[in-house]
């Protein structure tokens, strides 16, 4: 089956600081990879994907980077915003199968 | 439009009581799921449907039942609550292979 690691525990960090968010999976097959993230009282939205090995997903400045050899799919924006405070979750999806399982999930905070 | 939604936006019920969670998509999906996040924003998925038949069935209890009346719903039915129920609950859909798309979720509370 397919199942995800997310680093522990919630990040705080400063505005413009880096960001660096964990997230390695096991999957049959070649899966697909997401980010969601998820604003205060809302629900999940995506946040940006990548289907293939070696593939780059961008989107408001986060990146992730499809790393086969390494099965991880880490997120990472160079200069984090208030505005980014919430809780990002990494999925993999294998190819031709339903079960869409997040990992824990990180809560980020950035303060002013 | 809201491409999936879901009624109601929150739910306060007695203990031992039965309540429903309706969701319906307008986006043309064939797969759609329930989802329950805890207060520690954990994720657990619960069920998933495709074209009305279910297809992803974990370990939940039986008072949870889902329904899907056709392609586009998908309501969830809880019988006999109890206060370990209480939890924001997700619906969300999608097409094969494509990524998921979430309603703004159902705060149920428990008392």
């Known amino acids: 089956g397919n199942s995800v690691t997310q680093m522990e525990g919630p990040v705080t960090l400063s505005e413009e600081a880096f960001l660096t968010i964990n997230c390695t999976y096991t999957?049959?097959?070649?899966?697909?990879l997401f980010w969601y993230v998820q604003y205060p009282g809302e629900g999940l939205q995506l946040l940006l994907k990548?289907?293939?090995?070696?593939d780059k997903g961008s989107n408001k400045g986060f990146e992730a980077t499809y790393r086969k050899e390494t099965t991880s799919f880490h997120l990472e924006k160079g200069s984090v915003q208030v505005s980014d405070s919430a809780v990002y979750f990494c999925?993999?999806?294998?190819?031709?199968?339903?079960?869409?399982?997040f990992g824990k999930g990180n809560q980020v905070v950035v303060i002013p | 439009d809201t491409a999936v939604s879901q009624t109601p936006k929150y739910l306060v019920t007695q203990m031992g009581n039965d309540k429903s969670i309706k969701c319906e998509q307008n986006?043309?999906?064939?797969?759609m799921y329930w989802y329950k996040q805890d207060s520690k924003k954990f994720l657990k998925i619960m069920f998933s449907?495709?074209?009305?038949?279910?297809?992803i069935n974990e370990t939940v209890p039986n008072r949870f039942s889902p329904k899907s009346p056709d392609k586009a719903h998908l309501n969830l039915h809880i019988n006999s609550l109890e206060l370990g129920d209480s939890a924001v609950y997700f619906c969300?859909?999608?097409?094969?292979?494509?990524?998921?798309?979430f309603g703004q979720g159902t705060r149920l509370t428990v008392v």
């Open positions: 969300a859909s999608r097409n094969r292979n494509t990524e998921a798309f």
């Open positions: 990548a289907t293939k090995a070696d």
């Open positions: 999925a993999p999806l294998p190819y031709g199968n339903n079960r869409l399982a």
């Open positions: 449907y495709n074209n009305k038949e279910l297809i």
């Open positions: 999957a049959t097959g070649y899966p697909s």
């Open positions: 986006l043309g999906h064939d797969t």
